[in-house]
């Protein structure tokens, strides 16, 4: 492999690659590496950068995404650069006083000094950071003072909508470490949490009177965002894996403008693993027939990922315990259902990643992942409106996950959280075999995610015979539920469709938040409210 | 004044207040009183909480205000609550187990403690604090270990929309201390920023090609926040003190639908106190006029307020020395221009509050005041986008503002800010009156803000007899400016309607971030391309 440049960094406008010699794909042990040789880390306030300073040089010899410009709305379409940050252009020539930009002075900033103590791997318990756990320093002028590649100056001063270059490298190696996406122009942006990438999302892609494409149940909020725009769900038929890719083909393949007064559908959200409400995840084939049926309709897929590395063990049944955890982090990684980014070879995929159910929801810092034309639409609407995310955040994240823990250390930390989401599912569902009335109650153990989607047999309800519908059924078992002080969610509460007749009732659990004791008695409460609404 | 309970609380439905004893208005030494008095802060993950848990009793004696239905777009009044948000109302039952909602629990959370080290008033200087400067603890579990009313455990998980109570409430006393708006119902709500805020309230209140009311010229990223939305600007006509109301008046007072193609306006986006980028900040008897007119033609006015407290001292002219800082708080209260806010007695005013320039941009929280019903719109829109301002950012603001210096150390560095911003504000005005030829450069002293607004007489310019446009003018006096090493920004950038032919050229420079000696030396590079440009 060549010492990168400038010139490899130009690289990605190169598609015949025949007279290139192929480099090297990234590897975990290749980063430090490759870091070495890259371009140097921009240190500036407020610095221009994108992923095409941190992506390999393997990346560019593959072929460039297609165009998508008839997905883009209106609005999208009509946003422009920002004329201020197209002056700061010439903020690079070397000697320049500038009094052009609004930039307070970090003397203004009154935090000189932020510290946070964090787990050192492999001790991640609370109990383990007491002991082992380090204490990152960050000053205002750590990167003048040769400390860091990122301070509280910088951190404190306004940034680029991109997010700071610092956190925006872990990120793009995290992406082609994990995903590596088989087009070139892919790229990164960081986002204020990603409820607020998919509202951003919808209003890049979609007009008034839109349809949507969502699993017929999904994530309340993300249908909730929608509606307000004049947007419906065409809701996908589910099973165990997700979305079936054959309904959403022939619901496509017979869609009627005139008989539904929309244009067809271009524009998929999809929560592939650990789906919310469902638990359920799409195997590789599954994710390769939507991906097919996506490219014949010429559909962007928006896949909402929170829980992928909320990936657990196969669940081993009653009584059983758990397999070890993976051996090693080859073997982690391939125990990863791959995601659509990583089939995605014409760039239809936008990727919303999280840092909320692995690291912190309280951050409000997560990315995007699609083509080069699309983050950088999403980019320009960022700039006239959250700007950037928190710089706060992004240093606390910096400080931990590149500084202290690194690529291999944040795999512990998720190889630990997988064995500890896994014991709480498992006693989810041991709590479940050991309470619920088999007879009403079913459901299939979750392979990720934290929630638990019960079905319950409502044609087996006393009240049926009397007329009494799925919805006052549900509701009847729902607040005798919390007449035994036991919470659990609506099944109904996740229609994509909320006009839709749904032939089944679930309640949703969750294991992400309750002890394993609470866990135990809160589903013994509910099968008392099973047995009592049912006469069991 | 009777001991406050859930009552006075509930006060706000009170518009007779004949039968009740007033109560005194909040003070700066009233508010620890108050605080003891009033209902607990609520310390659990997430809880629902709205200003009214902290506004004092004389809030309520003041008449409700007025409904804006009118001003809602199909977006906004669209938008309900949150389904899974409003399904939480159950975990306040006592004994209640959930397995309702999928926040993660805390100990997954890998930051375990969390320092910051700020000054001490009145020692503000970086140097001041290495000395004398306090370090701010944060633990995971402080609030279960009665050492604080906020810790990690909370700000690292999710959040309400409105913000942690324990940060609203300082923002709605400070609203209350300074502001005191003249109607019982408002309230405040934290934000994702204030440029958030500003998108946020144009797909609240617009619609598609209607017109918005902004200063001519005015910031040029606000403008560009609101383009692609499909609106376009009435630009209103500024002198010296900013908005002219009888301009604004007679526009309004002819606004021709048929020829407009559009609406009356009625949103008016103003920049009132230290506006970007002229300067220019409205008298107390300029905003009373301005709200007059909006009053008389149903004006919402959306005040955006960054540089409010960087009211400068008056400036003494050339050579002469800056005043003496105010000698009490309430001096320098006294000395700050009444907001829209104070003179509001409507409930037309929506304000846009901001901790960029007086506290730290990277922290990426501002709020808004504005009507109970109003604000209600931003926070169900918030709900399905940014969700809540960073948890990290908040804490950090809490424990330097509310814990370490409570209201009146805010002050303190307010205060502190106002001298800083006083020195460097003169020392631009110094070097424009040492260095500036007088005959084609003219300007004003700013009173507030970071800009410094100074025309160049484009008509003695060598090139006018040859035909040369003010535009041609305007570029080539910025990019001879950049081939002598200095930026300033080009007043055309900042043009609200960018179609406008203006009758004067202007530059602005700010005074933000260069030192004393950059202003000096980048003000004579300026002075040299003019003088070259115009042959002088």
Sequence with gaps: MSPPSAVDIEMKGVTDTSAVSIPDPLTFKGVPGWREKMAKMPTGVAPACSSDMFKSPACYTKPKAKRFDHFLSLEAKSRKASTLKTAAQYLRNPGMLSLGGGLPSSEYFPIEQLDIKVPTPPGFTPEATRESGAILHSGKHDIKEGKSLYDLEIALNYGQATGAPQLLRFVTEHTELIHNPPYADWQCTLTAGSTYAWDTALRLFTERGDYIMMEEYTFASAAETAWPLGLKALALPIDEEGIVPEAMDELLSNWDVKARGARKPYVLYTIPTGQNPTGATQSAERRQAVYKVSQKHDVLIIEDEPYYFLQMQPYSGEGAAAPPPPATHDDFIKSLVPSFLSMDVDGRVVRLESFSKVVSPGSRVGWIVASEQIIERFVRNFEVSSQNPSGISQLVLYKLLDEHWGHSGYLDWLIALRMSYTDRRDALLHACEKHL???????????????????VDWRKYPGVAAGKTREVIE????????????????????KADSSAIMEKMFFRATYASASSDQIDEAISRFATTLREQFGL
Excluded: K, N, Q
């Design 437 to 455: 009335p088999r007879d009403i109650a079913h459901w299939v153990a979750p392979a990720a995610g934290m929630f638990h989607w019960i079905e």
């Design 475 to 494: 509701e009847e078992i729902f607040l005798s539920a919390v007449d035994h002080s036991v919470l659990l969610s609506r099944g109904s509460w996740f």
